[in-house]
C-alpha cells in the first residue's frame, strides 16, 4: 500500500503538532465530526474551572494522535498492517461522535428512556450518516469501524485492536486525563503518558503495559482518582450538571429529545441548539435561568470518598428505587417536597467518565521481560503496593437541595446515614 499523504497540521495546546492525513482530514472535515466543536467537553465544569471550555472536537484529535503513537510503537506494529493501523486512527477520531448535547448529561437521558449509550449511538451514527460514506470512500468497511470505535469489533487474534481504543489503559483515558487537567488546571502530578504507550507490548493478542513503565503506570491512575474527585465529581459542577440533567429531562416529550426520525434529527442537537430550546420551552425555562445566574441547588451532605471491594455494595445506590427510598426517607424528616431532594453518586450515568471509578487492577496486565526475550505475566497487585490499596470501588455519596432547605436537609440526612451500618458511617 502506498505511503498515506498528510494534509497538514493541527496546533493543539496539549500536544504541539498533531499531523493529519488526507483520510483523517476527511473524516474530520465531515458534519458529524465539526458537530464535536458544539459539544463541550466537561459541561458543567467551567462553572468551577472557568477555563473547562474545551470541546469533543480537540479531544478526539487528541485521541487519534495517541493512536497514531501507539500503533508505531514497535512492538504493536509488528502485529499491524499498515491498513489495521490507519483504520484504528480513524475509529478513534469517531470514538465519540455519537455523544449527545452536554456530553455525559445528555446520557441520563439516553439510558433511562432509550436504553441506550453515547457508545449505542456512535455505532448508530457511523454506520447512518454521510460517514458512512466517507469511511467507505476510505477502502473500510462503516460498520468495522463503527465497532472498532467504541472497543466492540472483537477480532479473532486481535483482542488488542479493541482494547487501545477501550480499556484499563486506553488512548482515550489516557487524552482526557491530561487533555482535562490542561483546561482545568486542576494538575495534580505529571503523569508520562508517552512513556506508558512507547513501552506497551502484547502478551498473546492482548495490550500489555511493561513493568518498566510501573511508575507512570501509579502516577496515571493516581491521576485519574484525583481528577474524579476534584474535576468530574466536584460538588458544584455536579450541582450544574444535575440541574441540566433535571432540565432535559422535563422538556424531553416537548423538545423530542428522546425521539429521532433520522441521524439528521439527533445531529441537530448540540449543546447550543438544546441550550436555546431549553430556554423556550415552559417546562425547563426556571431551570436554565437559574443556570444563567448561577443560582444553584446545594450540597447538604456528602460523604469523603471511601472504597469498597465488593461491586455489589458499591453499586447498591445506583438502583433507581433505592435512591428513592432513601429521598422520601429524608424528604419526609425534613417535611419537604420529596421532589426538592436529590440523592447523587458517582455510578450514575451522568457522571462524566464514571468508569473511572473502577479500578480493578487486572484490567490492565503487567508483563515482564527476562533475558531470552520470553515475556512473564504479572499480577498488578504483587508489583504495587498502590493498585491493593486502591483496588475496589471509589463511593461518594451527596444529597442536594434548593438553599433555603439546605439545614433542614442535612440535619434529616445525617440522621438517616447514621442509623445505617458502622461500615457506612463517616466524619462530616
Known amino acids: 500500500m502506498a505511503p498515506r499523504k498528510y494534509w497538514g497540521e493541527i496546533k493543539d495546546p496539549v500536544y504541539g503538532y498533531v499531523y493529519i492525513t488526507e483520510d483523517e482530514r476527511k473524516i474530520i472535515d465531515s458534519y458529524p465530526f465539526q458537530r464535536l466543536r458544539r459539544l463541550r467537553q466537561l459541561s458543567g465544569a467551567e462553572y468551577v474551572y472557568p477555563g473547562a471550555n474545551h470541546t469533543r472536537f480537540e479531544h478526539s484529535v487528541g485521541v487519534m494522535h495517541l493512536a497514531k503513537l501507539l500503533t508505531g510503537n514497535p512492538q504493536i506494529s509488528e502485529a499491524l498492517s499498515e491498513d489495521e493501523a490507519q483504520m484504528v486512527r480513524v475509529a478513534a477520531l469517531l470514538h465519540d461522535v455519537g455523544h449527545g448535547p452536554f456530553s455525559h448529561i445528555f446520557e441520563h437521558l439516553l439510558v433511562k428512556f432509550m436504553d441506550k449509550t453515547h457508545e ?15 469511511i467507505s470512500g476510505l477502502g473500510y468497511e462503516p460498520k468495522t469501524v463503527s465497532r472498532l470505535a467504541v472497543g466492540s469489533l472483537n477480532k479473532p487474534g486481535k483482542a488488542f485492536l479493541d482494547q487501545i481504543i477501550s480499556s484499563g489503559v486506553d488512548v482515550d483515558k489516557l487524552d482526557f486525563i491530561v487533555r482535562d487537567t490542561h483546561h482545568t488546571g486542576a494538575k495534580y502530578g505529571y503523569v508520562d503518558i508517552f512513556r506508558i504507550i512507547e513501552t506497551m507490548d502484547l502478551i498473546g493478542e492482548n495490550l500489555a503495559v511493561d513493568i518498566g513503565s510501573l511508575s507512570a503506570l501509579e502516577s496515571f491512575m493516581l491521576a485519574r482518582i484525583e481528577s474524579f474527585k476534584s474535576i468530574y465529581f466536584h460538588r458544584v459542577g455536579r450541582a450544574v450538571q ?30 447550543y441548539t438544546v441550550w436555546g430550546m431549553l430556554k423556550e420551552c415552559e417546562a425547563s425555562r426556571e431551570i436554565i435561568k ?10 447538604a451532605y456528602e460523604t469523603p470518598p ?7 455494595v458499591s453499586s447498591i445506590f445506583n438502583v433507581e428505587g433505592i435512591r428513592t427510598e432513601i429521598r422520601d426517607q429524608i424528604a419526609e ?63 461518594i455519596l451527596r444529597v442536594y437541595t434548593e438553599a433555603e432547605h439546605l439545614k433542614r436537609v442535612q440535619e434529616a440526612a445525617e440522621r438517616l446515614f447514621g442509623d445505617l451500618p458502622s461500615t457506612m458511617k463517616i466524619s462530616y
Open 242 to 271: 444535575i440541574m441540566l440533567a433535571t432540565a432535559l429531562e422535563k422538556a424531553k416529550d416537548e423538545l423530542n429529545l428522546v425521539e429521532f426520525n433520522s441521524v439528521d434529527d439527533y445531529l441537530a442537537l448540540d449543546d
Open 306 to 312: 471511601f472504597y469498597i471491594k465488593e461491586k455489589i
Open 120 to 134: 449505542d449511538m456512535t455505532v448508530w451514527v457511523v454506520e447512518n450518516s454521510e460517514l458512512s460514506d466517507v
Open 333 to 395: 424528616k425534613a417535611k419537604v417536597d420529596p421532589e426538592l431532594v436529590i440523592i447523587d453518586v458517582p455510578t450514575l450515568p451522568s457522571v462524566p467518565y464514571r468508569h473511572s471509578i473502577l479500578m480493578e487492577p487486572m484490567e490492565i496486565p503487567i508483563i515482564q521481560k527476562t533475558r531470552d526475550g520470553r515475556k512473564i505475566p504479572r499480577k498488578l497487585t504483587e508489583v504495587s503496593r498502590i493498585f491493593e490499596v486502591l483496588r475496589g470501588f471509589m463511593n
Open 290 to 299: 437559574r443556570l444563567e445566574r448561577r443560582k444553584l441547588i446545594k450540597c
